[in-house]
C-alpha cells in the first residue's frame, strides 16, 4: 500500500498538465509541450504486481537501454523519436511527438493491398537496425509509424517505443527480435504469410549480417512452434 | 439438447467428463504421481492411464446417471501432448463411439481449456494467458482462429516449475506446481533471478539453468532456504507472464483476461494478475483446481460447441499429434 501512496504523491507537476493518451504495459503515455515543443511523455511508474526489487531494477534499466537505443539508431540514420530529456527520477522520457502519422498497423488494416514495397522497407529498416546491434525487443507493426513524403510511395518508417531494446551482436537475439515480429505480424494481421515472406527477403538482401540472423530464426521457429506440450 | 462425453489424457491426469448444454453433469479424474525428484515418462503414463481409464468412464456414466443411448458424441484429446497418453484414450474413446454407434470428434487441448474457461467464467471475449506443464500461450480470438500473440520460446512455465521441484526434491504429491506454492507463502526473502521477456513472449530456460545451478550452492550455504527459492522463481516467472499478458491486451484493445490451464490455479498468480487488471480497469477470470487442471468436462465442452457447429472426425482420421498448434484449429462455433 506504501508504494501505491509513494506512486501518487510522486507524480511530477509537468504531468498533472499532461494529458494521457494510452496506457501500455510499460508505461503511461501523455502528450504535452516541452520547451514549445509538441512531446510525448512516456512514464514507467511502478508495477505494483512485481516484487519492488524486480520492478525498480527492471525500470531503471529499461529507461536508459530505451534512450541508449534510440540514440543509436538516429546516429546510424534510422528514423526514431528525438530524444529531448529524461528524467531519472521518475523514469519519464520526453520524446519527439511523431505528428501526421499512422501506425503500419492501421496503415494494413486500412489499405490492405499493395503493400509489397511497406514489406521490403520494414525490412531494409529492421536489417539496418540490427546491423547496428540494436535489438527492438518488442517489434510489432503498432511500434512502427508511417509519415508521408510528396508523393503516394513516397513514406518514411519511424521507430518507436524501444522500452525493451538492448544492445547485442548475437545473431540468437537478432533472430529472436524477427521471431516476435513474426508473430505478432501474422496474429496481428492474418493471411500476411507473403507478405512477411517479402519482408524477410528484403531483410536478407539488406543486411551485411542476415545469414546467421535467418538461420537462428529458423531454429526458434522450431523451439516455439514445434515444442508445443512436448519437453 | 446435446450430451457429449469427452475424454482426457493428454499428459499425467486422465479424465472423463459429461456435458449437457452448458451443464457439468459428471468430471472424474485421475492424477499419476511419481516419486520426488521424478518426472512422468510417456511409457508409464499411458500403463497408468490404461489401468484406470474403464473405472473413471464407468464413474462418469453413472455420476450423470446416464446410459450409453443418451451420449450424442464421443470427443477425445486429439493433441498436444504426449504421444502414449494420448494414443491409449484415443484408442477408448473410438473404441467406445464404435460400439455405441456414436460420432466421434477430434479435439484440440488448449481449445478445450479455453472454452471450459469461457463456459464456467462467463468471459466474453477474454485474452487468454493458457499456462500449463506443456504450455505457455497468450491467446486472442480474431478471424474464426485462437491467435496466439505470445508464447514461451523454450520450455513451458510448468515444466520449469516441475524441473525446479525435481532439484530440490520437492513432493509431486498432489502436484509439484501446488507445493511450491505452499512453500513460496513462508518464503521472504527474494532472490534475483534472471527476467527474460521478448515482446509478447517468454523464456524459462534461462531462470531454470539458474536456478539448477544455484539452489544447491545457496541451499548448502545458508543464504537462503527452499522457501525463499520457491517465493523468488514464483514471483520472478508470473511477473514475466503478468507482463507479457498486460502487452497483449494493450495491443489487442482487451479489457477482460481469463487464466486457464494447470498454473491458472496458483493464487498468486491470479492475485498478481488481478493487480494488473486494476490498474487497467480490466476484468480477471480464472476457474478453480477442477477445472484449471486438465479434465474431461473441457473435452467434452469443446467437443459440445464444435459438434453443434458440425464438426465430426471419421474414424480414419481419428488420429493422435503430440504437436497441435491452438492456430490450426478453425473456430466456426464463434462470430
Known sequence: MAQTDSAKAAVPSYLKEAQMIKQGAEARVYRSTFLGRSVIIKERFPKLYRHPEVDEKLTRRRTTQEVRSILRCRRAGISAPVVYFVDYATHCIFLQDVVNSVSVRDHIRSQPDGLQTLAERIGEVLAQMHDEDVIHGDLTTSNMLLTSGGQQQDFNLVLIDFGLSYISALPEDKGVDLYVLEKAFLSTHPKTEALFERLLKSYSSASKKSTAVIKKLDEVRLRGRKRSMVG | ?335
Open chain 2, 1 to 335: 439438447m446435446t450430451i457429449v462425453i469427452g475424454f482426457e489424457g493428454s499428459a499425467n491426469k486422465i479424465g472423463i467428463g459429461i456435458i449437457k448444454d452448458g451443464e457439468v453433469l459428471s468430471n472424474p479424474r485421475r492424477t499419476y504421481i511419481t516419486p520426488p525428484g521424478q518426472g512422468f515418462l510417456p511409457g508409464e503414463t499411458a500403463k497408468h492411464h490404461r489401468s484406470v481409464i474403464l473405472t473413471v468412464l464407468q464413474e462418469a456414466l453413472d455420476e450423470a446417471g446416464l446410459k450409453a443411448a443418451d451420449i450424442d458424441c464421443v470427443a477425445y484429446t486429439k493433441g498436444p501432448g504426449m504421444g502414449a497418453p494420448l494414443v491409449t484414450v484415443a484408442i477408448v474413446a473410438r473404441t467406445v463411439a464404435q460400439l455405441w454407434g456414436k460420432p466421434l470428434l477430434g479435439v484440440n487441448h488448449c481449445i478445450g481449456h479455453i472454452e471450459m474457461g469461457r463456459l464456467i467464467t462467463n468471459a466474453q471475449n477474454p485474452t487468454v494467458l493458457y499456462v500449463s506443464g506443456g504450455n505457455t500461450q497468450v491467446i486472442a480470438y480474431s478471424e474464426r482462429r485462437y491467435r496466439i500473440f505470445g508464447e514461451t520460446i523454450d520450455i513451458a512455465v510448468g515444466n520449469c516449475l516441475d524441473r525446479f521441484a525435481r532439484v530440490i526434491k520437492i513432493s509431486n504429491d498432489p502436484s509439484p506446481g501446488y507445493n511450491i506454492e505452499q512453500m513460496a507463502k513462508k518464503g521472504n526473502k527474494y532472490i534475483e533471478l534472471p527476467y527474460t521477456v521478448k515482446g509478447m513472449d517468454v523464456s524459462f530456460s534461462g531462470i531454470l539453468s539458474y536456478i539448477e545451478d544455484a539452489a544447491h550452492k545457496m541451499l548448502s550455504t545458508d543464504q537462503c532456504t527452499p522457501e525463499d527459492l520457491c517465493f523468488s522463481l514464483q514471483e520472478t516467472v508470473f511477473a514475466m507472464l503478468v507482463e507479457i499478458t498486460e502487452r497483449a491486451m494493450a495491443h489487442c484493445g482487451s479489457q477482460e483476461v481469463l487464466i486457464v490451464g494447470g498454473v491458472g490455479c496458483n493464487l498468486r498468480l491470479q492475485e498478481m494478475m488481478g493487480v494488473m487488471c486494476k490498474e487497467r480497469g480490466a476484468r480477471i477470470f480464472a476457474t478453480d483446481e477442477s477445472f484449471c487442471i486438465d479434465n474431461g468436462a473441457m473435452i467434452a465442452q469443446a467437443g459440445w460447441e464444435m459438434f453443434r457447429s458440425g464438426h465430426v472426425t471419421e474414424l480414419p482420421d481419428s488420429w493422435i499429434t503430440q504437436r497441435y498448434r491452438t492456430d490450426e484449429v478453425e473456430v466456426t462455433w464463434r462470430d
